[in-house]
């Protein structure tokens, strides 16, 4: 959804688009999680440059350090503001979702 030049993103999982599941592990859920986030941005007009808060879900609060090296892989070095929340479950068997705002240019 863009709002007066904002993105907002629904959550993104880490489902590979190609076969509907869920990848295995969860440092190969938080990559495809970020790479569909990238997706949905590029599909909007903004990249994960234009990224000014993120708020990462995970099922385990013990993974936050994997889940953390991965998304330095992917935001970085001037990372967005960010929340990390441990949550109960997420949809699908996920381990890790993100979700985003990104500031939309003036084209």
Avoid: H, W
């Avoid at 440092?27 to 007009?45: D, I, T």
Wanted: aromatic letters at 8%; hydrophobic letters at 45%.
């Amino acid at each position: 959804v863009t709002l007066a030049g904002l993105v907002f993103t629904s959550g993104q999982l880490g489902i590979d688009p190609a076969t509907g599941k869920p990848a295995e592990g969860v440092e190969a859920q938080a990559r495809q999680a970020f790479v569909n986030l990238k997706n949905v941005l590029e599909a909007s007009g903004t990249s994960l440059a234009d990224v000014v808060k993120t708020t990462v879900f995970v099922v385990d609060l013990a993974d936050f350090a994997k889940v953390n090296a991965i998304y330095a892989e992917f935001f970085g070095p001037d990372y967005p503001a960010r929340s990390c929340v441990q949550v109960a479950a997420l949809p699908g068997g996920g381990l890790v979702e993100c979700e985003c705002i990104a500031v939309k240019s003036a084209q």
